[in-house]
């Protein structure tokens, strides 16, 4: 007796179709035996699927041999997914589900009881099976919302084990999921910081609606407690909401991630994530013996937030360079390569010495200067050079902590935010780029280097010169200027615009 059911893998954030083939054989010494790769977690579902068959009231092939194939045989199966299309296919193969299997595919852990639970990346799966010609979708019910994003698909949330058969076999049908067809909701509900509850520190504010303006890398330097980290948690509060396909690509990281809560569709909020300082390569950046995805690409479209910067390994922080400039990340293991989004914009807080005091007008900074020079050079000047903002945030004196009145809303911020972003996208239509921190060097040179006027190109002239700029950080003066210029509503490059850009390329040390 053979038995074809249809499920799916995850591998990086893309599907792969996965056919489980099950054949019952008469044996003197019955078994289950499971092939094509499967890792422990697969190799378990044997005994689950044992138990959650017989305690849904249905038959286990007794005094049998069992063979189940998971095929491509060269692809790594991992996790619990395949527990409920294995306990279809032996229903089927013995007999005891007899409906049309060939256009559905089926995906969930099983409890032993037989209820049916929820997996990690159902909806790359639903999105590969759409393409594949699938038609039904058979999930744990808190996965269905995120399955039904995928509009081809009929989805079908099946609570247990009992219940899905009864279903195939033409008994009472499990409900087709339907989307109450309502938005994901306000994308900023959620958000605890507004710029109108940060006191002073007007210039720190102008220069994260720049960096969110232009998703560019922002640094923040000053003495504890100055509302750095207050700062970097209100910046998500002035990004503009989330287009629905940026919407789709979050959502579907965060499925793979098993981050998404259960019963959740569409992410509608830009990430933030704020790792601890004592993080690892593989936390920050992705990897694994199974490559999983890292805070770069769970912050992508959004903002990752590096509190204590000069506190990170500094062999960790120089993972960066690369995904800061190509916006992606790939992990290259033995037997396969991954390829991770990772455009997010990069916002970090850092004192300038370990005392946290140097510079500090009313509290003398009590490191000797080799260890601040120490410090300091935990920072690379390549991954300098990548940074596009450098901003220096001091203690706020007392009169206006003490004052009643409250500053610019982040919503007000926001409206200029994403006027700026509109004419980017207007400029970039029909490219890859969708802001100006992303600009290739040739558009550089044509949406920036070609719109300065006389002023501002001496006066870039001038910084190239005395500040010992690279062609990199040559480059990011001009995008960080083209945002300005966008902020004002030109399109010309005027001086004042460069001379803001300029300010902002002041180094840590």
């Known amino acids: 007796m053979l038995a074809r059911v249809l499920s799916c893998a995850v591998v990086g954030l893309d599907g792969e179709l996965v056919e489980v083939e099950i054949d019952i054989t008469r044996a003197q010494l019955p ?9 422990a977690a697969v190799q378990e579902s044997r005994e689950r699927v044992r138990a959650a068959i017989r305690n849904s009231g249905l038959a286990w092939p007794a005094n049998n041999r069992l063979t189940v194939n998971l095929a491509p045989a060269d692809l790594r199966k991992e996790g619990p997914a395949y527990d409920l299309p ?5 229903l089927a193969a013995s007999g005891q589900v007899e409906a049309g299997l060939g256009d559905a595919a089926f995906v969930g852990e099983l409890a032993l009881t037989g209820d049916v639970r929820p997996v990690r990346g159902v909806l790359p799966m639903a999105m590969t099976a759409a393409e594949r010609g699938i038609r039904r979708l058979f999930v ?16 079908y949330p099946a609570p247990s084990l009992a219940a899905l058969a009864a279903h195939l076999n033409g008994g009472p049908a499990l409900s087709l999921f339907r989307s109450s067809g309502q938005s994901p909701g ?4 959620g958000l605890v910081t507004d710029f109108a509850d940060v006191v002073g520190q007007e210039h720190v504010k102008r220069a994260l609606e720049v960096a969110a303006a232009g998703g560019h890398n922002v640094v923040m330097k000053g003495p504890p407690g100055s509302g750095k980290t207050l700062l970097a948690r209100a910046v998500p509060g002035i990004l503009p909401p989330l287009s629905s396909s940026e919407a789709m690509e979050v959502t579907r990281i965060y499925s793979v991630a098993g981050l998404l809560p259960p019963g959740a569709g569409l992410v509608a909020s830009r990430p933030f994530r704020a790792p601890h300082h004592t993080i690892s390569n593989a936390g920050l950046v992705g990897g694994g013996s199974v490559p999983r995805p890292g805070e770069i690409t769970l912050a992508h479209r959004g903002v990752l937030f590096l509190d204590e910067l000069l506190e990170f390994d500094p062999h960790v922080l120089e993972m960066l360079r690369q995904p800061l400039e190509d916006k992606s990340v790939t992990i290259s293991r033995a037997k396969q390569a991954v390829t991770f989004p990772a455009s997010f914009m990069l916002c970090a807080a850092l004192n300038p010495c370990p005392c946290g005091y140097l510079g500090d007008p009313d509290r003398p900074c009590t490191c000797p200067p080799p260890l601040v020079q120490r410090y300091q050079r935990r920072l690379s000047g390549p991954l300098l050079d990548r940074i596009d ?23 007000a911020v926001r409206e200029r935010v994403a006027a700026a972003r509109v004419r980017q996208a207007t400029r970039f239509v029909g490219t ?26 001496e006066l870039l002239k001038r910084a190239v010169d005395r500040l010992n700029l690279s062609a990199r950080a040559y480059h990011r003066v001009l995008k960080v200027a ?19 850009s300029i300010q902002y390329r002041a180094r840590i040390d």
Do not use: C
């Open 432 to 457: 890859r780029t969708s802001t100006n921190g992303e600009m290739s060097p040739a558009q550089v040179r044509d949406f920036a280097q070609a719109y300065l006027d006389a002023a501002a190109a």
């Open 482 to 500: 083209r945002t300005i210029a966008d902020l004002a509503g030109s399109d010309q490059i005027a001086a004042q615009h460069m001379a803001e």
């Open 31 to 39: 078994g289950v035996t499971v092939v094509g790769l499967p890792d």
């Open 140 to 155: 744990p019910p808190d996965n269905a919302a995120e399955a039904a994003l995928v509009e081809e698909l009929a989805v």
């Open 186 to 189: 306000d994308p900023f509900a």
């Open 389 to 411: 903002l450098f901003v220096d945030v001091p203690r706020v004196p007392f009169d206006k902590l003490s004052a009643a009145t409250r500053g610019e809303s982040s919503a």
């Open 86 to 90: 294995i306990a279809v296919g032996i």
